[in-house]
T-cell receptor, first 113, second 111 residues
């Protein structure tokens, strides 16, 4: 199975700082990349999708993709305590006529007031 | 209606019991999924239904039996489970890849 690696953390940042979450993947043929946020005891929530090299911004969130380096990241600007959660990187694996997501182990982020 | 609902929220069962988890969505999504998530681990895909047909079974033990009665409903029938099957079971739906909407999950405890 293809692998998706994330720093397990925990990552701790002060309120208002930029939180940087990183992810690498093993399948050079992967085309679709996603970030999910999961609060403790809750289900994952899709927050960002990125498909082409470069940056994609949505509010305080920026996803960055570098296919040559097989690297995808998520930046959270002006971090808030409400951003404290586990962030899961996921890559779409295509093969055998089907598609499925491969998740990284997740990075736990704590934003300190 | 933009949500996936799951019942029950919590379930405790013995190893000889038979129970079912239920999932419902009314967004017209044609792909529905079952995931299993253990504590501090990422979700693991179990089954995918596409247009009410089972399209992916991730080599899940037969004590888990999925069923898709119609395009809005997805069931997971449980029989003779083991304590290591205790986990959060997540249903999800999507109009296409990737998974966009997860349900709140059923927290299952097997005694």
């Amino acid at each position: 199975q293809k692998e998706v690696e994330q720093n397990s953390g925990p990552l701790s940042v002060p309120e208002g700082a930029i939180a940087s979450l990183n992810c690498t993947y093993s399948d050079r043929g992967s085309q679709s990349f996603f970030w999910y946020r999961q609060y403790s005891g809750k289900s994952p929530e899709l927050i960002m999708s990125i498909y082409s090299n470069g940056d994609k911004e949505d509010g305080r969130f920026t996803a960055q993709l570098n296919k040559a380096s097989q690297y995808v990241s998520l930046l959270i600007r002006d971090s808030q305590p409400s951003d404290s959660a586990t962030y899961l990187c996921a890559v779409n694996e295509v093969g055998g006529g089907s598609e499925k997501l491969v998740f990284g182990k997740g990075t736990k982020l704590t934003v300190n007031p | 209606d933009t949500e996936v609902t799951q019942t029950p929220k919590h379930l405790v069962m013995g190893m000889t019991n038979k129970k079912s988890l239920k999932c419902e969505q009314h967004m017209g999504h044609r792909a529905m999924y079952w995931y299993k998530q253990k504590a501090k681990k990422p979700p693991e895909l179990m089954f995918v239904y596409s247009y009410e047909k089972l399209s992916i079974n991730e080599s899940v033990p037969s004590r888990f039996s999925p069923e898709c009665p119609n395009s809005s409903l997805l069931n997971l029938h449980l029989h003779a489970l083991q304590p290591e099957d205790s986990a959060l079971y997540l249903c999800a739906s999507s109009p296409s890849s990737p998974v966009r909407f997860f349900g709140p999950g059923t927290r299952l405890t097997v005694l």
